[in-house]
């Protein structure tokens, strides 16, 4: 066989697959449609934010120590013995004299709130010798305390579960 002869043989035993063009707007929906599918179950299977009762404390006197939320559903305790009857609490740390306590996941009902601004961060709300508070102190609805901490009634308010944001301001 010559060497014509081989380079036909050769030619003919070569299998070629024809060449399909795909148009470059069918490809770049092609590819989305990939990405798509491939994040389908993070998309489906997402987390919600989850509902709850968001405080923002504004104008806290300094950024020393930590605001303590006490959330209440009840009056037994308010707002006095807060670690041992709030239902919710939260310690933040205090960042440019603010502070925000999210409680989350909280069934419906009627609630009241108690933040203190615990400066030397002993666990308690100090006072001087007549019993009146040397720390920050607030109340939600309003409520103030005069000769004594306003009740669980003055405080309370009613949540239905959804988003609710508060705004409370401390007393000094």
């Known amino acids: 066989m010559n060497e014509s002869a081989n380079r ?7 299998v070629r697959a024809p060449q399909v063009r795909i148009p470059m707007g069918v490809r770049y929906k092609a590819w989305f449609a990939a990405v798509i599918l491939a994040n389908l179950a993070t998309l489906a299977f997402a987390q919600s934010s989850c509902p709850g009762i968001h405080v923002k404390i504004l104008d806290i006197e300094n950024s ?4 303590a939320c006490a959330l209440f559903e009840s009056p037994v305790g ?11 609490i939260m310690i933040i740390k205090i960042r440019d004299t603010r502070a925000r306590c999210n409680f989350l996941d ?15 961060m002993n666990g308690k709300l100090d006072a001087n010798f007549l019993g009146v508070p040397t720390e920050g ?9 005069s000769m004594s901490a306003p009740s669980f009634e003055d ?16 007393n000094y």
């Open 155 to 170: 405080a309370s308010f009613s949540y239905d579960g959804g988003d609710l944001d508060l705004t409370l301001e401390l």
């Open 137 to 145: 102190y607030g109340f939600s609805s309003g409520a103030e305390a």
């Open 64 to 67: 020393t120590g930590t605001v």
């Open 8 to 14: 036909k043989s050769a030619a003919a035993s070569t």
């Open 106 to 120: 909280v069934p419906p009902g009627t609630y009241a709130l108690a933040v203190i601004h615990d400066e030397n």
């Open 78 to 88: 308010f707002p006095t013995e807060f670690l041992g009857s709030a239902s919710n």
